[in-house]
């Protein structure tokens, strides 16, 4: 044992990452390494430029993550984007700032996590937060808040961008969705998130910067003695006691930096901070998962979770855009955030009806293409559960972004709980190698005929007035490709053929209880280890409607608090 020796090993210097790291060596006494595959962003200008949204895609510090080919969905590989930088994928991420609908977070605790619920998550959310309160011009603009929603004193900026698009859009959104049945939220922080809305992000708005994880959590921070950060380093896996324990303790990490293969030691914890395309798969190497996979790779079971890697949900993002009658400055933030009511107006017991009635089918089917690693009647809850949010709960059913952006205005959306399920596994040995990534995108008709279903919404809504006075011809998918009288099948193909990954993958290590598919415990730590957590986006059991990291920060908040509780720091 003759490496460096720390009190905690953190793999992954992202967005949540940093949050622990910070936390912990808030303590003078106790020692705490990072281990960063990436390097700093700081003046990447891809990453602070608040308009720079996609410039970093496909650049040194974009993992850009393969899928399989997506057999359900049209045949093509998907890119699956994250960030690789001190600050992890908030550094190249679109900054938006929601959180969750107060249910969704409820239904943690229901599931079996106990003292995770909205109540209990939300003085997380406020201790991360540092809201600016915006300024006469951006309230004019639109931006609105409670303050009561929000925290003053947090690491995190949270704001508006300095520049919004012009004062006349709002109203007319506004008005135009009224008619919808849509109307103006003022502020979704609060646990509520149905409505029209411009919604706040993660920014430093007075000098017009990104505001990511590094910026919040590690720079201020960076010459505290007691917090080593490792950067162009990967880890590979956990190394273990080979004393025999009851549980496996873990002792250290195996990373390569550029001199090599070394391991970094710890005293008390690892903790898996990698992403959750990344931290199940590293579960994987180090022998915590499915023994089926593992021994296919000749990787001595130290766990046996067979759920490791299962249970990946991620979102699928698509776009209607138009020509544009005025020129628009400034930086759009306007959301709505439709529930399926809304939606589907007198339909929609018709979508729910059969929605229930496929749904166990459907866990059949997630259960066969795990060869059985997840349990339909576990699966078949958690899609209950779903069921329930969407037609019980009317929490969001989709997110609609619009963006008037000089002469063009444009949409992305995306359905927000998606039924298809998939995963992510070792192809190899070897750390090195890729693993394989198979979110299966419209595994279930109802996830495609959602993405239909939002996309003639938003031609709709652009058909109305006063929207429409803003807009011209159609140019995505566009009116002689796809006439209003198209069939459903024409607008499926068009889905598959323009769809993407809405980047939030989530539940790959998931937080339940390990007879219902948990791969961790409430307190985040690796059933059956002594000593090692993951804290991140894999631990959410089920996906949310908000963007996802305003809830990992507080998810890392409240571990944090949990992990110096145990340890008396
Ligand atoms: P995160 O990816 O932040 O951190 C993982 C870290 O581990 C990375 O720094 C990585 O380099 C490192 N790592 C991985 N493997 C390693 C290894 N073997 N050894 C060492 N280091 C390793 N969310 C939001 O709230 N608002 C938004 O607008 C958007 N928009 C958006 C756009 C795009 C393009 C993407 C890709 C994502 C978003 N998201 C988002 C989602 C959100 O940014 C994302 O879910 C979180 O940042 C993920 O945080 P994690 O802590 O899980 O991992």
Redesign the pocket.
């Known amino acids: 044992d003759s490496g460096p020796k720390y009190d905690f090993v953190i793999?992954?210097?992202?967005?949540?990452?940093l949050v622990i790291a910070n936390r912990l060596s808030e303590n003078k006494a106790i020692t705490v390494a990072v281990?960063?595959?990436?390097d700093s962003v700081f003046n990447n200008p891809n990453v602070t430029n608040v308009f720079g949204?996609?410039r970093a895609?496909g650049t040194h510090i974009d993992?850009a993550y393969q899928t399989e080919d997506q057999e359900y969905a049209g045949g093509s590989k998907q890119i699956?984007?994250?960030?690789?930088?001190?600050?992890?994928?908030?550094?190249?991420?679109?900054?938006?700032?929601?959180r969750a609908q107060s249910v969704q977070v409820d239904a943690w605790e229901l599931f079996g996590n106990k003292g995770w619920n909205w109540d209990s998550l939300f003085p997380y959310y406020q201790k991360s937060e540092m809201f600016q309160i915006p300024i006469l011009n951006q309230i004019s603009r639109g931006a609105d808040y409670y303050i009561t929603y929000h925290g003053m004193n947090g690491p995190l900026k949270v704001g508006w961008p300095t520049e919004i698009t012009n004062r006349t859009m709002l109203p007319a959104l506004d008005q135009t969705f009224n008619q919808l049945g849509v109307t103006f939220n003022r502020d979704v922080n609060g646990g509520s998130m149905v409505g029209l809305t411009s919604h706040p992000?993660?920014v430093n708005s007075e000098e017009n910067v990104r505001e990511d994880?590094a910026r919040a959590y590690y720079w201020p921070y960076q010459n505290r003695s007691n917090l080593k950060i490792i950067t162009n380093?990967?880890?590979?896996k956990i190394i273990w006691s080979s004393n025999s324990h009851s549980e496996a303790t873990a002792v250290g990490v195996e990373?390569t930096t550029a001199h090599g293969v070394e391991t970094i030691y710890a005293s008390k914890e690892v903790i898996l901070?990698?992403?959750?395309l990344?931290?199940p798969?590293?579960l994987e190497l180090s022998g915590v998962g499915n023994p089926d996979i593992l021994r296919k790779y000749n990787i001595p079971i130290k766990v046996n979770i067979s759920t490791v890697g299962e249970n990946l949900q991620d979102q699928t993002n698509n776009g209607l855009s138009y020509q544009g009658t005025e020129f628009w400055l400034g930086s759009p933030t306007f959301s709505v955030l439709p529930s399926a009511n809304q939606i589907y107006g007198n339909n929609v017991s018709n979508v729910a009806s059969y929605v229930n009635s496929s749904m166990a089918e459907y866990a059949k089917v997630v259960s066969n293409s795990s060869k059985g690693a997840v349990q339909e009647a576990n699966i078949l809850a958690a899609f209950k559960l779903q069921y329930d949010l969407i037609f019980e709960s009317q929490v969001p059913f989709a997110e609609i972004v619009l963006l008037p952006i000089a002469d063009s205005f444009s949409s992305e959306y995306w359905p927000l709980l998606p039924f298809s399920r998939g995963s992510v596994h070792i192809k190899s040995a070897n750390?090195s190698m890729p693993a394989s990534i198979n979110p299966n995108y419209f595994m279930f008709k109802q996830d495609l005929d959602a993405q239909v279903d939002v996309a003639r919404f938003i031609r709709k809504a652009f058909m109305t007035a006063p929207l429409s006075d803003f807009v011209g011809d159609e140019y995505t998918p566009g009116m002689e490709n796809l006439p209003d009288s198209a069939s459903d099948s024409q607008w499926d193909d068009w889905v598959k053929s323009n769809y993407r990954s809405?980047?939030?993958?989530?539940g790959t290590a998931s937080m339940l209880p390990r007879n219902m598919g948990g791969v961790v415990s409430p307190e985040l730590k690796v059933y059956g280890t002594k000593n090692v957590r993951v804290?991140?986006?894999?631990v959410l059991p089920f996906q949310l409607c908000?963007?996802?990291?305003?809830?990992?920060y507080a998810v890392?908040e409240k571990a944090a608090d949990m992990i110096k509780k145990q340890y008396r720091l």
């Open positions: 793999v992954g210097g992202g967005t949540s990452g281990i960063e595959a990436g949204y996609g895609f993992w699956m984007r994250a960030g690789k930088a001190i600050g992890g994928t908030s550094t190249i991420n679109g900054m938006s700032y929601t992000n993660t994880a380093t990967s880890a590979n990373v901070s990698a992403g959750s990344k931290s798969v590293l750390a809405n980047f939030h993958p989530v804290i991140d986006a894999s908000g963007h996802l990291t305003s809830t990992l890392a």
